[in-house]
């Protein structure tokens, strides 16, 4: 056999190698990181798409996130948080912008965002003083099986907010 035939079936079998290990990692999943050893995947950003941005941004604000004032009316706003991770939102009409098939959901909150309180009693007194504020609480505080202290309100466009704080050890 000649030189430029080996040549061409080892191509041929290294390529029928690649598709083979794409077809097994396709259909059994693959237990190693993913795009190779480099790869970090690291949350940067969080987007909250409203109907009315000063409701919204007020009721981030009584939370406890710090945003800029001067800016309900504006149609994005970024603010970051205390691990550096930017909550932003966006108007109905600015997504539109660049994605005039937007459609918002309907039927119950697809994502839910979860603030760690550091405490139990903060989690009653955030919870309380949201409701007494005048938003929506969803569920109560309660004392969760999984080992925190969890409530839930809504923020005005209907998305889940949860407050939690470790308990104690018995």
């Given at each position: ?9 080892k191509r041929n079998s290294e390529a029928d190698a690649s598709r083979a290990l ?88 697809r994502i839910a965002l979860a603030f760690d309180k550091g405490t139990p009693a903060e989690v009653d007194s955030a919870f309380a003083a949201l409701t ?39």
């Amino acid at each position: 056999m000649g030189r430029d035939r080996r040549r061409a079936l080892k191509r041929n079998s290294e390529a029928d190698a690649s598709r083979a290990l794409l077809a097994i990692l396709f259909t059994t999943g693959y237990a190693g990181r993913p795009y190779g050893e480099a790869m970090t995947l690291k949350l940067g950003f969080i987007g909250i798409v409203t109907d009315d941005m000063a409701a919204s941004l007020a009721f981030y604000r009584a939370l406890g996130v710090h945003i800029e004032p001067g800016q309900d009316d504006a149609p994005h706003v970024d603010a970051k948080l205390d691990n550096g991770v930017a909550l932003a939102w966006d108007t109905i009409e600015t997504i539109r912008g660049f994605d005039p098939a937007f459609v918002p959901a309907t039927g119950g909150h697809r994502i839910a965002l979860a603030f760690d309180k550091g405490t139990p009693a903060e989690v009653d007194s955030a919870f309380a003083a949201l409701t007494r504020a005048g938003y929506t609480a969803h569920v109560e505080p309660w004392d969760a099986h999984w080992g925190q202290r969890y409530a839930t309100l809504l923020d005005p466009d209907g998305n889940s907010v949860d407050l939690y704080a470790t308990l104690a050890a018995n």
